[in-house]
């Protein structure tokens, strides 16, 4: 199943870079990036609606995909059950029956709960070719997707606490 999705992702993404197209290849176009992506999510805001709504820390990494120290997040080593929405929009992402404990000191998931809340992207940021995970309705940065992940998936979305809201108990 998240093979299948992986490639609708994949073929979304395709898509996003056309319709973006113009864009010259280099490594500074992170504006243009931002941009587009407002372009293309469900849910558009500017900057400075999703500053008053989010905390700093919650912009620094859904608004501009910073990254958590790592074993600083709140639900790095966090186990009860229940949902984990996006933090800045609500959409649902995970639930604690695929959260497992990497030690890479974020947290992992080896599934999305709902696939079609997840964007999947290609990112050659910082040197490194990454899969980013984004939120599919309003384009919030989560984290990276990567391959070491345990069965079934073989995945690990490998997520910033910051990106997520968590509700105990089982789903409404
Ligand atoms: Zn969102």
Redesign the pocket.
């Known amino acids: 199943m998240s093979i299948n999705f992986r490639f609708i992702g994949f073929v979304a993404l395709i898509s996003i870079s056309f319709s973006a197209c113009a864009q010259k290849s280099g490594n500074n176009n992170q504006t243009k990036t931002t941009s587009t992506a407002m372009d293309t999510?469900e849910?558009k805001k500017t900057d400075d609606e999703w500053r008053k709504q989010l905390s700093p820390v919650q912009f620094g990494i859904?608004r501009e995909k910073g990254t958590e120290r790592p074993y600083t997040g709140e639900f790095d080593k966090f186990y009860e059950e229940g949902t984990y929405?996006?933090?800045?929009?609500?959409?649902e992402?995970f639930t604690s029956k695929t959260k497992y404990n990497s030690g890479c000191g974020w947290p992992a998931f080896y599934e999305p709960s709902v696939n079609k809340?997840i964007v999947e992207k290609r990112d050659v940021s910082h040197g490194m070719v990454r899969i980013e995970v984004?939120?599919?309705?309003?384009?919030?940065h989560l984290g990276h997707v990567f391959e070491d992940g345990p069965k079934p998936t073989g995945l690990r979305y490998c997520i910033n606490s910051g990106a997520l809201k968590f509700e105990a108990g089982k789903k409404k």
Request: glycine share 16%.
């Open positions: 999510f849910i859904l929405y996006c933090a800045a929009c609500g959409a992402l809340n984004m939120c599919a309705k309003c384009g919030g």
